[in-house]
């Protein structure tokens, strides 16, 4: 009752993954700016769905489907922004998911270049007959496997586990799950905590109380890595680069307070608390 999970972008998605996996053996789970938690939105394209990973399906012509924008806007120092602003998130396209695969495919084949996507491969993904993980799509011409995505699917979609398993796992989430994003998160993982919100919103028996914050300031969405708001003296959000630097202040207190109100009887619930 008094272990918790928080972490940021690979380790939100960790932290989310690992609650709903094994909702008895964790109370509450803060994540962060998470690769994709559903695989409707794999960064900016749908597995099930789409036929091709690098490219919009269309009849009449060719348009490459982005996989970065913006690089990391109000996240990381540059001479032209600084450290502690928002950045200029105007949503221009830095990399498509093609380049970036056939960048990652020259460091290393058989998904050993260390690359984001390569990563996302071995840990979704089931053995090939190769001994490497198996391709979800063609590293060349991005055509998507659907067994493997299946595979995916029923496995590593914390969506579709939720849907097909909320009878029984519901009840056992409500109270833990904390999801934030930027409303203009660098590798479009914003799209899938917004299908996760359309699912969460949507539950019965029990309806969900999960908090999913999709961050914006003055219109302008937070880039990566989003993990919810925090204020200065004058009641002013703060940029992700400060705020990055305060997971623990941000996330332990309210864990402290969650595991105090459920914590079971007689528990010691105040020696540890000051």
């Known amino acids: 009752w008094a272990r918790g999970l928080m972490g940021g972008s690979t380790g939100g998605w960790e932290s989310l993954a690992v609650q709903v996996l094994y ?3 964790y109370n509450s789970a803060f994540a962060a700016c998470p690769d994709p938690i559903t695989f409707t ?11 091709n990973a690098y490219y919009y399906d269309s009849d009449f012509k060719i348009t490459e489907r982005p996989g970065e924008r913006d690089f990391y806007s109000g996240t990381t120092w540059s001479a032209t922004v600084a450290a502690d602003s928002f950045g200029i998130p105007k949503g221009q396209t830095a990399a498509t998911v093609r380049e970036m695969n056939r960048h990652e495919l020259v460091m290393g084949t058989s998904s050993r270049s260390c690359g984001q996507w390569d990563i996302w491969e071995a840990v979704f993904g089931p053995v090939g007959p190769d001994g490497y993980p198996a391709r979800m799509y ?4 991005g055509q998507i496997n ?7 699917r029923e496995n590593f979609d ?18 833990k799950l904390h999801i934030f994003v930027g409303a203009d998160d660098t590798f479009f ?7 996760m919100e359309d699912y969460l919103t949507s539950t019965t028996e029990p309806a969900s109380d999960a908090e999913v914050v999709v961050g914006t300031h003055k219109g302008r969405g937070f ?13 002013q959000p703060l940029p992700n680069s400060l705020t990055r630097l305060m997971y623990l202040q941000a996330f332990v207190p309210k864990m402290a307070d969650h595991f105090a109100s459920t914590a079971p009887e007689g528990s010691d619930v105040t020696s540890w608390r000051y």
């Open 189 to 195: 993982l914003t799209n899938a905590v917004m299908d």
């Open 146 to 152: 659907k067994t493997v995505a299946e595979y995916w």
């Open 223 to 235: 880039a990566h890595c989003f993990r919810g708001y925090e204020y200065d003296a004058d009641g």
């Open 23 to 25: 909702p008895d053996l």
């Open 41 to 51: 939105s794999y960064t900016s394209f749908d597995i099930y769905s789409a036929s």
């Open 138 to 141: 063609d590293k060349l011409n």
């Open 158 to 175: 914390l969506q579709h586990i939720m849907e097909r398993d909320w009878a029984t796992l519901g009840p056992k989430l409500q109270g």
